[in-house]
């Protein structure tokens, strides 16, 4: 069983920055391929970023080249940087994992934290 834990939501401004981080409980925490999604009010859940086991990461078209996410296996944490945020980025975050590669469907993640808010608005 993994727990993950996501934090760093909160309300900003267009144009603004933010991180968010996602812990994760266990030791194999490098064999596991980390997702970012996000869900606005009323619509699906919807994929934004993963990082793959073998190093690959893979964004949705709506964020290329505003955000980057990176993992750091010795704190079993993942990070999705948000700089250059829009309103229509506002949702709430969460996380997931699944063993071996990456995914952007979530049905093939195993394991999904609470989420974290994240709006953006002026």
């Known amino acids: 069983q993994v727990q993950l834990v996501e934090s760093g939501g909160g309300l900003v401004q267009p144009g603004d920055s933010l991180r968010l981080s996602c812990a994760a409980s266990?030791?194999?925490?490098?064999?596991?391929?980390m997702g970012w999604f996000r869900q606005a009010p009323g619509k699906e859940r919807e994929f934004v970023a993963a990082s793959w086991t073998i190093g690959r990461t893979t964004f949705t078209d709506s964020v290329n080249e505003r955000f980057t996410i990176s993992r750091d296996n010795a704190k079993n944490t993942v990070y999705l940087q948000m700089n250059s945020l829009k309103p229509e980025d506002t949702g709430v975050y969460y996380c997931?994992?699944?063993?071996?590669?990456?995914?952007?469907?979530?049905?093939?993640?195993?394991?999904w934290g609470q989420g974290t808010q994240v709006t953006v608005s002026s």
């Open positions: 997931a994992s699944r063993r071996g590669l990456g995914s952007r469907w979530s049905s093939e993640y195993d394991y």
């Open positions: 266990g030791r194999t925490f490098g064999s596991y391929s």
